[in-house]
């Protein structure tokens, strides 16, 4: 069990530690950081879930099918009855309701963090999502 969390967990310390070591260095600008989380999020992430998935039996992939259909119901049936109830009981505007709807369907939403957000949306709404979401998870 210990060996498989290192051997899980490894990759993942010495790339953070290689990252702090570069920026120490100043290897790389903000430009450049950038251009990592697009070229992460675009194509490595997705290339990962994808190999996983594909490595993983298809016996444990149909034994979870309940589990995924269930987590997926509960996660879109909490985001519409937030949304409606934050848009039309509590009269928000859209942006809000569906940030307070998503941080309550999808508790790592508010984690995004600002790396993630400008790729996300409009450049000019950043500022607000990044003050509007931890005062969201807060309150």
């Known amino acids: ?9 490894l990759p993942i310390i010495v790339t953070i530690a290689l990252g702090y070591f570069a920026a120490a260095q100043n290897f790389f600008d ?3 950081s950038q251009v990592f989380v697009r ?10 879930v994808f190999s996983g998935i594909w ?3 298809r016996k444990i ?6 589990l995924g259909v269930w987590l997926l119901c509960s996660m879109v ?8 109830m934050n848009r039309y009981l509590f009269h928000t505007s859209l942006h809000i309701a569906t940030l307070r709807a998503m ?4 508790p790592s939403v508010p984690f995004i963090g600002s790396a993630i957000l400008p790729l996300i949306s409009a450049p000019h709404k950043v500022p607000l999502q990044l003050v509007s979401v931890p ?5």
């Open 61 to 66: 992939i149909i034994k979870d099918i309940p």
């Open 1 to 9: 069990m210990l060996k498989t969390l290192i051997f899980a967990l």
């Open 103 to 106: 941080s309550v369907a999808d």
């Open 55 to 57: 490595s993983t039996p």
């Open 39 to 48: 070229l992460v999020m675009n194509f490595m992430l997705p290339l990962s």
């Open 77 to 84: 049936g909490c985001y519409i009855i937030f949304l409606i």
């Open 135 to 139: 005062s969201l998870s807060i309150f």
């Open 30 to 32: 903000d430009h450049d």
